[in-house]
């Protein structure tokens, strides 16, 4: 698959429209029911601070999930993505009330590759803490 945006249209530094996406203890229920991942860390609060946490927190998959929707979102084509990756931070702790919390993420390109692909770095916070660290994703553009 290709991106809808032009290889020709971008230069390293190019900064891609950064999004906010809010994740309350709901999102993590249902998050949890998608994929299966139903470790009490991420829906039971007594559990998470028994083994050490300061609340529950978000999937590490969900983190990554929203944050490449940035790109997926500027490319216009998720199938564009031929590779992502990312190191697992710190966790985005989710507090029990009607605003959970939120992660910031911003990306811009940071290497334009051979046969028109670029190089998209991420960042991803919450709580004013970087949440991804090595946040990268590749991308074939048109």
Do not use: C
Request: proline share 5%; hydrophobic share 45%.
């Amino acid at each position: 698959m290709t991106a809808s945006m032009a290889y020709e249209s971008v230069e390293v530094g190019t900064e891609l429209p950064a999004q906010s996406f809010p994740v309350t203890r709901a999102t993590l229920v249902r998050y949890a029911g998608a994929s299966g991942d139903f470790n009490p860390i991420h829906w039971n609060e007594k559990f998470a601070r028994e083994v050490g946490l300061p609340d529950v927190i978000a999937h590490g998959m969900f983190t990554m999930a929203e944050a490449i929707r940035v790109v997926t979102d500027w490319a216009g084509d998720p199938g564009a993505v031929v590779e992502y990756g990312v190191r697992f931070t710190r966790p985005v702790i989710v507090p029990n009330d009607e605003t959970g919390a939120t992660v910031e993420v911003s990306g811009k390109i940071g290497a334009k590759l051979d046969d028109n692909l670029v190089r998209v770095d991420l960042v991803a916070t919450s709580a004013g803490a970087k949440v991804l660290g090595m946040s990268r994703a590749v991308v074939r553009l048109a």
